[in-house]
Antibody, heavy 118, light 109 residues
Framework: EVQLVQSGAEVKKPGESLKISCKGS????????IGWVRQMPGKGLEWMGI????????RYSPSFQGQVTISADKSISTAYLQWSSLKASDTAMYYC???????????WGQGTLVTVSS | EIVMTQSPATLSVSPGERATLSCRAS??????LAWYQQKPGQAPRLLIY???TRATGIPARFSGSGSGTEFTLTISSLQSEDFAVYYC???????????FGPGTKVDIK
């Protein structure tokens, strides 16, 4: 069974750094693109970027280029989303998602709620 | 970047009625269009991919149609569990950039 299991909720202060994770299981982690999607409170879904663990190819959506870093450790089948300096506007639910060229997103993680508040 | 629009923003429907949701792309995405359902407090769930193919386990009352720039999701007879937000998603420019539509909320009339 394919599963994407994300790390738990985080509460941080502005200016702090953060790295959240998404562990894939039940499939070949290096054979599928993994993406990160932001959902701000009460709002819609926004692509942040995608990563191919097979060769570390990374593509960022223009709005998020330079704002976050997407990476993965294929030895433990885990993808990451990282901030170096959080802002209050980063408060949102973040989903990881497995991508295929036929289906778009076929599997979603359960989401990680990030709250940034002083 | 391809811009996706959805209409209406909110659709009020009685249980048992038919619901028709629209999605439009600013340029052709061929049939590389998916629909997702999201309920409060849950991750989105894949309903339709390739514009018209139901994902595994999705009831037959959900159907998708369209190609190019105009797409439709139809729920033939709304059940109580279908009240949710529905997003369309284009994945034509593989492997990126992808875009979601803003969503249509289907609520109880």
């Amino acid at each position: 069974e394919v599963q994407l299991v994300q790390s738990g909720a985080e509460v941080k202060k502005p200016g702090e750094s953060l790295k959240i994770s998404c562990k894939g299981s039940g499939y070949s982690f290096t054979s599928y693109w993994i993406g990160w999607v932001r959902q701000m409170p009460g709002k819609g879904l926004e692509w942040m970027g995608i990563f191919y663990p097979g060769d570390s190819d990374t593509r960022y959506s223009p709005s998020f280029q330079g704002q976050v870093t997407i990476s993965a450790d294929k030895s433990i089948s885990t993808a990451y989303l990282q901030w170096s300096s959080l802002k209050a506007s980063d408060t949102a639910m973040y989903y990881c998602a497995r991508l295929t060229s036929q289906e778009g997103v076929d599997y979603w993680g359960q989401g990680t709620l990030v709250t940034v508040s002083s | 970047e391809i811009v996706m629009t959805q209409s209406p923003a909110t659709l009020s429907v009685s249980p048992g009625e038919r619901a028709t949701l629209s999605c439009r792309a600013s340029q052709s995405v061929s049939s590389n269009l998916a629909w997702y359902q999201q309920k409060p407090g849950q991750a989105p769930r894949l309903l339709i991919y390739g514009a018209s193919t139901r994902a595994t386990g999705i009831p037959a009352r959900f159907s998708g149609s369209g190609s190019g720039t105009e797409f439709t999701l139809t729920i033939s007879s709304l059940q109580s569990e279908d009240f949710a937000v529905y997003y369309c998603h284009q994945y034509n420019n593989w492997p990126s950039p992808f875009t979601f539509g803003p969503g249509t909320k289907v609520d109880i009339k």
